[in-house]
């Protein structure tokens, strides 16, 4: 059984730094896009970065809002992706995800094969 299990949360002030963790299990994900999503509530599920392969290399992107504050990496050897988030902000509030897309490279969630059961990230003013 496929699992993928996020670890990390918590309540933050505004400033402050959380490393979130992606645990897999069941298959490996070294060849695989890990991507990590975030939902507010009322509001759609956000891609906030993403990891994957490119010709040359490992690729990461990120949505402009936590560029330069976000960093995405991944240790295949534990089959494990983590997501740096420091210079947190309160608009940073929201449930976080992540997420592996097996042959796809984008950000559009719907294509993503596993997710994680999400953990929640609450930044206070």
């Known amino acids: 059984q496929v699992q993928l299990v996020e670890s990390g949360g918590g309540l933050v002030q505004a400033g402050g730094s959380l490393r979130l963790s992606c645990a897999a299990s069941?298959?490996?994900?070294?060849?695989?896009?890990m991507g990590w999503f975030r939902q507010a509530p009322g509001k759609e599920r956000e891609f906030v970065a993403g990891?994957?392969?490119?010709?040359?290399?490992?690729?990461?992107d990120y949505v402009d809002s936590v560029k330069g504050r976000f960093t995405i990496s991944r240790d295949n050897a534990k089959n494990t992706v983590y997501l740096q988030m420091n210079s947190l902000k309160p608009e940073d509030t929201a449930v976080y995800y992540c997420?592996?897309?097996?042959?796809?490279?984008?950000?559009?969630?719907?294509?993503?094969?596993?997710w994680g059961q999400g953990t929640q990230v609450t930044v206070s003013s």
């Open positions: 997420a592996a897309a097996l042959e796809y490279s984008g950000s559009a969630y719907g294509h993503y094969d596993y």
């Open positions: 069941g298959r490996t994900f070294s060849s695989a896009r």
């Open positions: 990891i994957g392969w490119s010709w040359n290399g490992r690729r990461t």
